[in-house]
């Protein structure tokens, strides 16, 4: 597994967390920069980061970089949101010599990864968003199957918010099972299951912890659209989404796919499966949507 580092970069003076391939960029290759979904670090990306000698080490570096409210990223004000991680990505890339990149995210990394797209269209060589919606939490995505955040959350959000001090807490039971329970689906190992509940208690554990916990998921259900703004995109974009999944709809996909009228090629790939981390289930695929972008920069 690549270790995790941390850059500082200026905005909200933060220190962003990521990983490298193989430790180091190689010049001579295009670089792959991977945004990770909510409560999750840059180990979700770890067969990407891992490739060793297979096709994708040979074709690209891969950098994966943390977002804000997640793994080793911190930053210097308790609020922010999916634009704030937009930006900060941006500058971490800037601090790692990274130009320009195709980017690939998974979930809220998908929306992440077209807001740096909209923010920096010269840097950006082609859009993989996993998993993902470009609308807000609507009315009409939950009438079009996808989740209600609000409903989900809204009871931890009222039970993380403290006026005191909480140096003991760590996130219970009746948050991590069933938020890996909407990740995984049918793909959920005991292994996959333990190794990420560890992550979660040890990333959000204590005051700081619960601060950041509350505000990443804040962002996530609190966030603006991007649907007025998909047709600014243009770069290519290649969408991968689960026919089941339990978070995001392959309607809405279908739908939101056909926005962005700006790029030179835009499609979906629709994939057989109950899981919402598509990186984790259909690593094959993930991987070759990958390569094929990286083949046409």
Aim: aromatic share 6%.
């Amino acid at each position: 597994m690549a270790p995790t580092h941390t850059v500082p970069v200026p905005h909200l003076g933060a220190q962003v967390g990521f990983a490298i391939s193989n430790g180091k960029l190689d010049p001579a290759k295009p670089t792959v920069v991977l945004v990770n979904a909510l409560c999750a670090t840059h180990e979700m990306y770890a067969g990407q980061l891992a490739s060793g000698s297979g096709p994708l080490a040979a074709a690209a570096n891969v950098v994966a970089v943390e977002p804000l409210g997640h793994g080793a990223t911190a930053c210097a004000t308790e609020h922010f949101t999916a634009w704030d991680s937009a930006l900060v990505a941006l500058q971490a890339m800037d601090a790692l010599g990274v130009g320009r990149a195709v980017l690939a995210g998974t979930s809220q990394g998908g929306w992440i990864v077209v807001r740096m797209a909209l923010l920096a269209p010269e840097r950006v060589l082609g859009l993989i968003p996993v998993a993902t919606s470009m609308d807000c939490e609507s009315s009409d995505s939950r009438s079009k199957g996808c989740w209600d955040p609000i409903a989900f959350a809204g009871p931890f959000l009222q039970a993380w918010s403290s006026d005191v001090p909480t140096p003991e807490f760590v996130p219970g039971d009746d948050f991590v099972t069933p938020t890996l329970g909407l990740g995984f689906g049918a793909a959920a190992t005991p292994d996959a299951m333990a190794f990420w509940a560890g992550s979660i208690r040890r990333v959000y554990a204590g005051d700081e912890g619960r601060k950041k916990l509350r505000m990443a998921v804040i962002a996530v259900a609190e966030r603006d659209g991007l649907l007025l703004r998909l047709g600014d995109v243009k770069c290519p974009v290649h969408w991968l989404q689960g026919t089941r999944d339990p978070v995001f709809s392959s309607t809405i996909a279908g739908e939101q796919i056909k926005m962005f009228t700006g790029s030179p090629e835009a499609k979906l790939d629709l994939l057989d499966s109950d899981s919402h981390f598509l990186n984790a289930s259909h690593g094959e695929e993930f991987e070759q949507a990958i390569l094929d972008m990286v083949a046409k920069v």
